[in-house]
């Protein structure tokens, strides 16, 4: 079973430019979840979609961040423009079950996005 | 926020050691659950303790769950240097709407010195 994959990898952007982050889920999985995670920090949930809906975003930062996953596959994370604090691990992370199923709620996560802002 | 406190924030043991690692929580939750990051890479999922559940274990790992204190440990027996890395617990509280997110704590890093 392929795993979750996330692209890019490493981007370095200066203060005030903007970038975007991919993310493809183990195929089948309904429930996508964006991270965020500051260096010596835990993961620190941004956005929750099942399917092509927004779950919650009460955490996401809405004057800069965007995020869409048309179609209920893929997603893209959009930071415009972006702040020295934004510098961080972009964790994208997808599930099978939800609340539909309680208590099995395990997530699969890529690998990362490390975004450094300058 | 973050929902779970892990202690201590760094352990430092020698191989074959056990290695005991404890997260505190705030709100009651559904489900408990650990998580180990390697250097550079994303998480991966290693024992879930649903709230009912008192202990648990899965090969080398044992997971206890005191709700009445709001706090977990999680015991790796006989480490190894491939155990090396951060853990993190992550609670889950169902609110209704479909919200389900896990919520993490600050992590353990763990180094297992040959």
């Known amino acids: 079973e392929a795993g979750v994959a996330q692209s890019p990898r490493y981007k370095i952007i200066e203060k005030r430019q903007s970038v975007a982050f991919w993310c493809n889920p183990i195929s089948g999985h309904a429930t996508l979840y964006w991270y965020q995670q500051i260096l010596g920090q835990g993961p620190k949930l941004l956005i929750q979609f099942q399917n092509n809906g927004v779950v919650d975003d009460s955490q996401l930062p809405k004057d800069r961040f965007s995020a869409e996953r048309l179609k209920g596959v893929d997603s893209t994370l959009k930071i415009q423009p972006a702040k020295l604090e934004d510098s961080a691990v972009y964790l994208c992370a997808s599930s099978s079950s939800g609340q539909l199923t309680p208590g099995a709620n395990v997530l699969t996560f890529g690998a990362g996005s490390r975004l450094t802002v300058l | 926020s973050q929902q779970g406190e892990e202690d201590p924030q760094a352990l430092s043991i020698q191989e074959g050691e056990n290695a005991t690692m404890n997260c505190s929580y705030k709100t009651s939750i559904n489900n408990l659950q650990w998580y180990r990051q390697n250097s550079g890479r994303g998480l991966v999922h290693l024992i879930l303790?649903?709230?009912?559940?008192r202990e648990k274990h899965s090969g080398r790992l044992r997971v206890t769950l005191d709700t009445s204190k709001k706090s977990s440990s999680l015991l790796i027996t006989a480490s190894r240097a491939a155990d090396t890395a951060s853990y993190f617990c992550a609670t889950i509280s169902y609110s209704g709407g479909g919200a389900d997110g896990l919520t993490f704590g600050k992590g353990t890093h763990l180094i297992i010195q040959p």
């Open positions: 303790i649903r709230s009912n559940e």
